[in-house]
Nanobody
Framework: QVQLVESGGGFVQPGGSLRLSCAAS????????MGWYRQAPGKQRELVAA???????NYADSVKGRFTISRDNAKNTVLLRMNNLKPEDTAVYYC??????????????WGQGTQVTVSS
């Protein structure tokens, strides 16, 4: 199995910034896309940003211009830089990775989630 370990969540004031980090470990063969999702209470989990193995990116409309996703393939790590945070960004943020095993099975793995709270 693959494990995803997240860090960087916390409590910030509106307009502040945070950087989330996620590192994959375990029985890694090939990791294709990696990304960040978030889920607020009472709402569905939604895509925040994703990045392909070739560093192509896509973002939710609500975070374009404020968030930046990047990755280090050698370290199997994905980062999410979040600027100009708003109260509506408050959610549990989850890292995910699209993994292909040595046997050819494709599985999406999820991190445990890290809380981001934006409030004055």
């Amino acid at each position: 199995q693959v494990q995803l370990v997240e860090s960087g969540g916390g409590f910030v004031q509106p307009g502040g910034s945070l950087r989330l980090s996620c590192a994959a470990s375990g029985n890694i063969f090939i990791i294709n896309a990696m990304g960040w999702y978030r889920q607020a209470p009472g709402k569905q989990r939604e895509l925040v940003a994703a990045i392909t193995s070739g560093s192509g990116t896509n973002y939710a409309d609500s975070v374009k211009g404020r968030f930046t996703i990047s990755r280090d393939n050698a370290k199997n790590t994905v980062l999410l830089r979040m600027n100009n945070l708003k109260p509506e960004d408050t959610a549990v943020y989850y890292c995910n990775a699209d993994h292909q095993s040595l046997a050819g099975f494709r599985t999406t793995y999820w991190g445990q989630g890290t809380q981001v709270t934006v409030s004055s």
